[in-house]
């Protein structure tokens, strides 16, 4: 478990959720976060304190799945998607992520879906769920009325301890890659589009 003082917490949050892409589309940013990928994956992957961080947030996501499977909660929202009319899985939700989410997801061997599989629910979901590893705080720390009333106070804690791991440590890889990025000339010109053509011919 993390111990963050509350002020830098707080700041770190902050400057986590940012969504400097936020007009653009999902397609575009994903577009983006596999150009990204392409030029700086492998020196991402070779920074020490990244390296450890993506490390560590793989741990924290196998908790978290493996106390979501064990609570049931993996079980019931299936049940929920395929008998019950649809999961709490939106459409539009994706457009809440932003291009360094998505490339963190790339970082941990995630594939992000080519086309929209259900047009009424997020572009994220397919047919065996949310491609994603690395997911918004909203969809991490959401539990509906039917999930919350079937734990115990002793699973909540549980669960709320292994979820504030996941995110902590999401928060602070996702803060290292943005770091790493506004460092690198190239990188800020893809990513403020300032000269779409000199980036074409220079990096992809
Ligand atoms: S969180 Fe609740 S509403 Fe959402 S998919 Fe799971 S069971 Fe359904
Ligand atoms: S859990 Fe996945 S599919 Fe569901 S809203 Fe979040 S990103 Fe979209």
Known sequence: MYYLAEQDREQLMMRATECLDEGSSIKDKIKTAQHLYDLWSDQL???????????????????????????????????????????????GLENKFDTFLLLMNLLL??????????????????????????????????????ILNAMSKGDLIRLQKVSGDELTTAFIL??????FLRNKKRAAVIWYGK????TKGDSF
């Open 45 to 91: 992957k070779r920074e020490p304190n990244i390296h450890q961080l993506i490390g560590k947030l793989e741990r924290c996501l196998e908790n978290s799945r493996a106390a979501m499977l064990e609570l049931g909660i993996v079980e019931t929202c299936k049940h929920c998607d395929e008998e019950e009319g649809g999961s709490c899985c939106g459409a």
């Open 109 to 146: 061997d995630v594939s992000l879906p080519e086309r929209h599989h259900r047009h009424d629910s997020c572009y994220l979901l397919t047919d065996k769920g949310c491609r994603l590893k690395v997911r918004l705080v909203l969809c991490v720390d959401f539990l509906c009325p039917k």
């Open 174 to 179: 996702y803060d290292a890659i943005k770091k």
């Open 195 to 198: 000269d779409a053509k000199q």
